[in-house]
């Protein structure tokens, strides 16, 4: 698939102009997830940016 046709594609979906962000998505953290994540951070094991 094209990149041009899945822009397209998303673009279809979405509203024309809600002048508000689209979030792609929203993690979930249900159990030590978190934490996970968090440890990485702390440890610059991966960016947060």
């Known amino acids: ?22 979030f792609l998505h929203q993690p979930s953290f249900c159990g030590k997830e978190w934490e996970y994540v968090k440890e990485c951070l702390d440890t610059g094991w991966v960016s947060s940016v």
């Open 1 to 22: 698939m094209e990149p041009a046709s899945i822009l397209k594609a998303i673009k279809h979906c979405l509203p024309k102009e809600s002048g508000s962000p689209v």
